[in-house]
């Protein structure tokens, strides 16, 4: 069966620094039982180790070790269906630029020690909530900013080029494709988040296709982030997964009840235009309409969702969380969290 890679860049805006750390206060279920132990398996270092040597010996090894994923690196990835894979191999061995760039990735991951620990972790919690949930096999490649997070059969790719730290001078010459305000989020400590958010997305909760309103957008985007503070280490806290800066989740935590002040003034929880609620949901360096000097914080319906999901939960203890993921009525949520924040 063909494999299909899927980049899903969309993603984006569940990214960010683990600068501000939220308050978790129920203790998280026992998980110690539960048998999950992930690697990551290198692809980025076989594949640096085979320069210098038979390119058409290292594609045969290559293939042999990782199937569909090294077929769709080659034909995909890096190159196209047109070029025999020793042929890409040759090129990237001879490209300085590629070079350069697995050189720093050596540097910023010599190993993936931390990763593995905390996926190990997530997908524990994952299976603890849905048992059925299939542990995907994880590698590890760099493909010149091509991809982050791409998923093929039976992997998920982590494109470590796309996680080298927000200073990273490789940044400053992609900025005409990649933006400062993405870039930024491009650190090494957003790996796992931005796995799990994928997974949550992919595997677990598929965006119903009748969620057109803001409204439903904002509850349903809450719902991953509050599923992903269960799952996710403690240490990953709501500016991670909002993909905040400490500025900016300070902001938006002040002007909460302007913000849903303003969503209710301009009649925009049921508006169902593509273009006028993305303003509210995609990532940006602000959010147009709010605040002064251009200071809002992005994603401000994403932002609201949550806390409205956070309020959901509050009034109703007995729900649990399987359920809530499973509730797709956003004005029912909505209606029963009774949020009202307090304007300043």
């Given at each position: 069966?063909?494999?299909?890679?899927?980049?899903?860049?969309i993603?984006?805006?569940f990214?960010?620094?683990?600068?501000f750390?939220?308050?978790?206060?129920?203790?998280?279920?026992?998980?110690?039982?539960?048998?999950?132990?992930?690697?990551?398996?290198?692809?980025?270092?076989?594949?640096?180790?085979?320069?210098?040597?038979?390119?058409?010996?290292?594609?045969?090894?290559?293939?042999?070790?990782?199937?569909?994923?090294?077929?769709?690196?080659?034909?995909?990835?890096?190159?196209?269906?047109?070029?025999?894979?020793?042929?890409?191999?040759?090129?990237?061995?001879?490209?300085k630029?590629?070079?350069?760039l697995?050189?720093?990735?050596?540097?910023?991951?010599?190993?993936?020690?931390?990763?593995?620990?905390?996926?190990?972790?997530t997908?524990?919690?994952?299976?603890?909530?849905?048992?059925?949930?299939?542990?995907?096999?994880?590698?590890?490649?760099?493909?010149?900013?091509?991809?982050q997070?791409?998923i093929?059969?039976?992997?998920?790719?982590?494109?470590?080029?796309?996680?080298?730290?927000?200073?990273?001078?490789?940044?400053?010459?992609?900025?005409?494709?990649?933006?400062?305000?993405?870039?930024?989020?491009?650190?090494?400590?957003?790996?796992?988040?931005?796995?799990?958010?994928?997974?949550?997305?992919?595997?677990?909760?598929?965006?119903?296709?009748?969620?057109?309103?803001?409204?439903?957008?904002?509850?349903?985007?809450?719902?991953?982030?509050?599923?992903?503070?269960?799952?996710?280490p403690?240490?990953?806290?709501?500016?991670?997964?909002?993909?905040?800066?400490?500025?900016?989740y300070?902001?938006?935590?002040h002007?909460?009840?302007?913000?849903?002040?303003?969503?209710?003034?301009?009649?925009?929880?049921?508006?169902?235009?593509?273009?006028?609620?993305?303003?509210?949901?995609?990532e940006?360096?602000?959010?147009?309409?709010?605040?002064?000097?251009?200071?809002?914080?992005?994603?401000?319906?994403?932002?609201?969702?949550?806390?409205?999901?956070?309020?959901?939960?509050?009034?109703?203890?007995t729900?649990?969380?399987?359920?809530?993921?499973?509730?797709?009525?956003?004005?029912?949520?909505?209606?029963?969290?009774?949020?009202?924040?307090k304007q300043?």
């Amino acid at each position: 069966m063909a494999s299909c890679v899927k980049p899903l860049q969309i993603y984006l805006i569940f990214l960010c620094s683990s600068i501000f750390i939220s308050c978790k206060q129920e203790r998280k279920p026992d998980v110690s039982k539960i048998k999950v132990n992930i690697k990551i398996a290198r692809f980025d270092q076989d594949l640096a180790e085979g320069a210098g040597g038979n390119t058409t010996k290292t594609s045969a090894a290559l293939s042999k070790k990782y199937g569909v994923f090294y077929d769709d690196y080659i034909h995909k990835m890096v190159g196209d269906p047109s070029r025999l894979r020793p042929e890409v191999l040759n090129a990237l061995y001879k490209d300085k630029a590629y070079k350069d760039l697995t050189n720093e990735v050596d540097s910023v991951f010599p190993n993936l020690n931390s990763q593995e620990k905390d996926l190990t972790e997530t997908f524990k919690y994952i299976k603890y909530y849905y048992p059925k949930a299939k542990v995907p096999h994880f590698i590890a490649f760099v493909s010149g900013f091509s991809y982050q997070i791409p998923i093929g059969d039976k992997y998920y790719g982590i494109g470590l080029d796309m996680f080298l730290g927000k200073d990273s001078k490789f940044y400053r010459g992609i900025v005409e494709s990649v933006p400062r305000y993405l870039s930024a989020q491009f650190k090494p400590e957003n790996i796992v988040p931005r796995v799990a958010t994928t997974y949550a997305h992919e595997e677990l909760f598929p965006e119903p296709d009748e969620n057109k309103t803001l409204l439903s957008k904002m509850v349903f985007q809450g719902k991953i982030l509050y599923f992903l503070e269960k799952v996710l280490p403690e240490h990953v806290g709501d500016s991670t997964l909002l993909g905040y800066t400490k500025k900016q989740y300070d902001w938006a935590t002040h002007f909460e009840g302007d913000i849903w002040a303003y969503m209710l003034q301009n009649n925009l929880l049921y508006e169902s235009d593509y273009q006028k609620i993305q303003v509210y949901l995609a990532e940006g360096p602000f959010t147009p309409g709010l605040g002064e000097h251009r200071e809002s914080a992005p994603k401000l319906g994403v932002f609201t969702g949550l806390q409205i999901v956070k309020k959901y939960m509050a009034e109703h203890p007995t729900v649990t969380l399987q359920q809530l993921m499973a509730d797709n009525d956003g004005q029912k949520i909505l209606q029963q969290s009774k949020y009202k924040p307090k304007q300043e």
